[in-house]
């Protein structure tokens, strides 16, 4: 390593720079963004199928439940729209780790100088920013569809948002680390999506400990921003602390997991061994 | 810290290159010392490297050879770290692996056997660029490098191209072609010809040396393809139940078998005589031409042979022809190893 801290190449045949972390970020966003637009099947198919049980829980809970449903829809509305971007991420990152063993592309970024852990987290970042970008379309449509109108200030939405599914992120790592170890378990890890339902629809004010799960609070602070105009700066300390807490909490927890699951796959001799 | 002298001068001296030479020659690529790694515990354990030491010189090209399950995965998994062993060090270029990682991997990298290696949805140069930079060098400072790189290996006309809709020669080309791209100067490579036709693997192995002894990378080679270990290698290092069993020059290893077997015509070796010299001195019967000449080979030879030619002088014998044996690579390995050739595996035969 040079004293910067950047990987500095053994052999250079004509006067190779180092990488800096600014251009691991730069590689690792611009792929996500090269397979985000030359393969849209993926995205696309994702978003059809989010309007498609959207449709089936909107028209179906209008003729079980009438009125009652018509009532609550902008709280279904939020609730769909942050369990979709949950979902996204979660699959996204788990899914993800698991395609790098199987290609053997975990191994590589593990023998780099840079290690696996920015790629990893970069990759996050990219696959958030997808996520929200489809979920934004699922939101229009399903307003659009249902005659809603919501409270849609940008900053408040993308910030609340982002840190409720920051904590979503940790699990994927953990997912995905548990996948390394235990391979054939990687399918079942996937229903673990569902769940997420259960944490988004918490109630945290009937039960304030639910508070400090994945998403509950900041579930509970996107209602209140996208429903009841709340904005970020509205918002007091305490609910912006503990967000902030429980998002880098998992984050940072199922990051230690899938070290520790990494670590341990290698003592074991089974990373990459698919 | 657990670096030594050469370790922080190897460090200190990369914008250097005639000092860095001078450096090279004293740190080896490689270096594995008392290396171990066993798997499962109890009667189940099964030990996959044992007590290895190697050391490797930059600039050359080592062959790794074995049958399968004698540990040359694992020893190769281990020095890249992607195996903790259970006891021993693994240093490339004077950085341990296990202590300085992250100084470690600046100089190493593998292609390993079985797994894509890359991104097959993104083009042949993107990958190069991708794994450029997460290997610490910026691509746009090796544009050139991955330009003549593309050349050698023929992929410039693919350049552009998804790796998906390659063939599987062509992929296995894209895989080395993205291990190198990132300047590695320690390269491990596991049955890099796999699945490549003739003339593809020609064009490889002529790059892997070009690689060793123009640009001065240390090459490790893993193949089940004796020719190709043959061709390529300065040293050959072979692996039988987890620890090394020769260790040396593919010529040495080579002649030292030349020495040992023998092969005599002639047309004067009849039935009775072959029995004989079955019987007396093991020989076997390994070509019968149609004009009635007969061809015996003793092996292991030594002072027999002369033993033989006595016989064949009193049973007046016109010998037509008496040669050593030119043996090939996989002999020897047959003979250091126990293992039959048909578990020397005929994988790498591709070719």
């Known amino acids: 390593m040079s004293q910067d801290g950047t990987a500095v190449p053994h052999s250079a045949a004509t006067d190779p720079r180092p990488a800096t972390y600014y251009h691991l970020a730069k590689a690792v966003l611009y792929r996500e963004y090269l397979i985000f637009i030359r393969y849209p099947a993926n995205a696309i198919g994702g978003i059809v199928i989010a309007l498609f049980f959207f449709g089936v829980l909107f028209y179906g809970g209008q003729l079980l439940a009438g009125q009652a449903l018509t009532d609550s829809i902008e709280g279904i509305i939020v609730g769909y729209f942050l369990w979709t971007l949950s979902v996204g991420a979660y699959s996204a990152v788990s899914n993800d780790i698991s395609s790098e063993v199987q290609w053997g592309t975990l191994e590589r970024h593990i023998t780099t100088p840079f290690g696996f852990a920015p790629v990893a987290l970069l990759k996050g970042v990219a696959k958030v920013i997808r996520t929200f970008l489809t979920s934004a379309i699922v939101l229009a449509v399903m307003l659009v569809l249902t005659g809603t109108r919501l409270n849609l200030d940008p900053i408040t939405v993308v910030v609340v948002a982002g840190l409720a599914i920051t904590s979503v992120l ?105 | ?83 903790i062993p259970d006891s021993g060090s693994v240093s490339v270029f004077g950085n341990r692996v296990d202590g300085t990682r992250r100084s470690a991997y600046r100089d190493v ?129 072979m692996m039988a139940n987890g620890r090394i069993v020769a260790d040396d020059s593919v010529n040495e290893l080579l002649s030292d078998a030349t020495r040992d077997t023998v092969q005599i015509t002639s047309a004067d070796i009849d039935e009775r005589l072959v029995e004989t010299l079955i019987d007396r001195f093991s020989v076997t019967v390994v070509g019968e031409t149609a004009a009635g000449r007969t061809t015996i080979e003793i092996t292991h030879a030594g002072e027999r042979l002369y033993d033989v030619l006595d016989v064949l002088r009193n049973e007046a014998v016109t010998i037509d022809d008496i040669r050593t044996v030119q043996p090939q690579l996989e002999e020897v390995f047959v003979n250091l190893t126990g293992m039959g050739s048909e578990q020397t595996a005929t994988s790498g035969r591709a070719e």
């Not at chain 2, 050698?152 to 809709?165: G, I, Q, S, W, Y």
């Not at chain 2, 070009?210 to 490790?220: F, M, P, Q």
Request: include cysteine.
């Open chain 2, 1 to 83: 810290m657990q670096q030594d002298t050469a370790i922080a001068q190897h460090g200190s001296v990369a914008t250097d290159s005639n000092h860095n030479e001078a450096i090279e020659t004293a740190v080896p690529a490689l270096k594995l010392t008392n290396l171990s790694k066993r798997f499962g515990t109890g009667d189940d354990a099964i030990v996959a490297v044992d007590d290895v030491n190697l050391t490797i010189e930059p600039g050359s090209i080592v062959g790794l050879l074995g049958p399968n399950g004698a540990g040359k995965t694992t020893l190769i998994k281990c020095a890249l770290g992607i195996i």
């Open chain 1, 170 to 274: 940790g699990l994927g790592f953990a997912a995905g680390g548990v996948t390394v170890l235990y391979k054939q378990i990687g399918n079942w890890l996937n229903l673990l999506q569902f769940g997420f339902v259960v944490l988004v629809s918490a109630p945290v004010f009937a039960l304030p400990w639910m508070r400090v799960l994945p998403l509950a609070h900041g579930s509970a602070m996107l209602q209140r921003a996208m429903v009841d105009g709340v904005r970020l700066w509205e918002f007091s300390i305490t609910d912006l602390g503990l967000l902030v807490i429980v998002a880098v909490g998992y984050l940072a927890v199922g990051y230690t997991v899938f070290h520790l699951a990494t670590r341990r796959a290698r003592r074991l001799g089974v990373l990459g061994d698919y």
């Open chain 2, 109 to 237: 990298d593998a292609m390993l056997e079985g797994a894509r290696n890359d991104y097959w949805r993104l083009t042949v140069r993107e990958n190069l660029r991708y794994f450029a930079t997460i290997h610490g060098i910026d691509p746009n400072s090796v544009t050139q490098q991955h330009d003549r790189l593309l050349d050698r290996l023929e992929l410039t006309d693919k350049a552009d191209t998804p790796v998906r809709d390659l063939s599987r020669g062509m992929k296995q080309k894209v895989s080395l072609a993205s291990v190198l791209a990132g300047g590695a100067s320690l390269v491990f490579l596991d049955e890099p010809t796999l699945g490549l036709d003739v003339e593809s693997s020609r064009t490889l192995q002529q790059e892997l040396r070009r690689l060793a002894h123009e640009d001065g990378r240390t090459i490790v080679l893993s193949s089940h393809n004796m020719d190709v270990i043959e061709r390529v290698c300065d040293r050959v290092v």
